[in-house]
């Protein structure tokens, strides 16, 4: 029998989802965009959560098939912990137990990381909160108070039981059933997103170093640029550039489409653009940009 606590992960982690932090502007713009909240791009929502990591919070989120972009306003959740971060990458594994196996490999390589397992929290019926394990949450340490960061997660299966999440064999969570049950409705031929392909990220060349660490202890194939990095995994590309000058965050994601859908252009303020097959008659991608947030503390 497999001991679920110490399962080796045998590919390296998939992407998850994406999130950033934009200004009050932006969002009400992305918020009020008949393109994205009609759904004719995705599947979209804007929904309040509270965790025990992030304390209560709302976020606007673009759901593909497997991997989502998540919005928030100003700072990342509810609470003061990660209130430095702008940005970060969101990966996860496909069993339960993999995790271990990721720390396991994170602490032989000397990278410093953090780990707990993040608890919903729900109103009940007599006034009280309810907590149940979530996902278990894995922070690399990128350096010093970095705005981007890495995060890896993994579901518990109480959680996925919960919303009614189907699972594969061997206990496999399959993203696309976790994001169809927890939206109530699933991905269509209609949609024309299909997933986050590219995820551009510009940093301090130092973070650039101990991602590079971080991502190729995980499994993911690595190779140098001229600005930067490239990262490979197997379902996804993660660019980071270097650069010392401007403000650290992501700034673009290309995102596969199910059909060309040649001009037209989107606008959320002067920080942000939604540009459809950019490239022309038959190019099946979109590329969304963004001009790294900070909210002044």
Request: proline share 5%; charged share 25%; net charge negative.
């Amino acid at each position: 029998m497999i001991d679920n606590r110490d399962v080796a992960f045998a590919t390296p982690p998939h992407l998850d989802h994406v999130f950033l932090t934009v200004g009050p502007e932006a969002l009400k713009l992305i918020n009020e965009c008949e393109f994205l909240r009609g759904e004719e791009f995705s599947r979209f929502a804007t929904r309040s959560s509270e965790s025990s990591l992030l304390s209560s919070y709302t976020a606007t989120r673009v759901y593909g098939k497997n991997t989502v972009l998540e919005i928030f306003l100003d700072r990342f959740g509810g609470n003061d912990t990660f209130i430095e971060l702008c940005a970060g990458i969101v990966l996860s594994f496909d069993h339960p137990g993999e995790m271990t196996g990721a720390h396991r490999e994170l602490h032989s390589a000397g990278i410093p990381f953090s780990s707990e397992i993040v608890q919903r929290v729900v109103p009940t019926a007599d006034g009280g909160r309810a907590r149940s394990p979530w996902y278990e949450f894995t922070r690399p340490e990128l350096g010093g108070f970095s705005p981007v960061a890495l995060f890896l997660h993994e579901m518990q299966p109480g959680f996925l039981a919960e919303i009614g999440a189907k699972v594969g064999p061997g206990g496999r969570q399959d993203r696309s059933e976790r994001f169809n049950a927890a939206l109530g409705r699933s991905h269509t031929p209609d949609h024309i997103m299909e997933d986050i392909a590219v995820v551009t990220v510009r940093l301090r060349s130092a973070r650039i170093e101990r991602a590079s660490a971080i991502l190729s202890t995980l499994g993911c194939e690595v190779s140098t640029m001229e600005a930067g990095i490239r990262v490979r995994g197997i379902d996804a590309e993660f660019v980071f550039l270097a650069d010392e000058s401007e403000r650290e965050g992501t700034v673009e994601m290309k995102i596969k489409m199910a059909r060309p859908a040649p001009g037209r252009r989107f606008d959320f303020s002067s920080v942000s653009s939604l540009v459809l097959s950019p490239a022309g008659l038959d190019d099946c991608s979109a590329v969304w940009t963004f001009l790294p947030h900070r909210k002044a503390l």
